[in-house]
């Protein structure tokens, strides 16, 4: 017969292992990565949508908000040009300057549509 003190050590064992795989499998578990859509998709208030319908940004006005000389850092995503002049220094984050269209980059980035939804919408980008 199996001495309780052995039977009680290696029940210990075994759940202190399961809990440590456990915590583990959680903390360090692999991300899902967002569709591109998904990275897109932004609920857009009623107010937003006003802002964006009163300020309309081409290529050449976005280009003059690059957070430089004292001016505001405005980039567009999809169609919707967003503030970051608080986050981003002099018109810069991560090697990429603010008064352009960064769609692409942002696709190409970890971010996803919860970073959108804490920038503040400024206007409606379109191309020429």
Request: aromatic share 10%.
């Amino acid at each position: 017969m199996i001495n309780r003190k052995v039977f009680g050590k290696a029940l210990f064992i075994i759940v202190a292992l399961i809990l440590i795989f456990t915590v583990g499998y959680y903390i360090f578990k692999p991300k899902t990565e967002e569709s591109e859509a998904e990275k897109l998709n932004r609920v857009i208030s009623s107010e937003e949508q006003l802002i964006m319908a009163e300020n309309v940004f081409s290529k050449e006005k976005l280009a003059q908000y690059n957070g430089k000389n004292g001016m505001e850092a405005y980039i567009a995503i999809n169609g919707i040009v967003y503030d970051v002049s608080k986050k981003w220094k002099n018109g810069q984050h991560h090697g990429l300057e603010a008064g352009k269209d960064l769609t692409k980059e942002f696709l190409e980035s970890p971010h996803g549509h919860k970073t959108l939804g804490k920038l503040k919408i400024v206007g409606q980008y379109q191309e020429e």
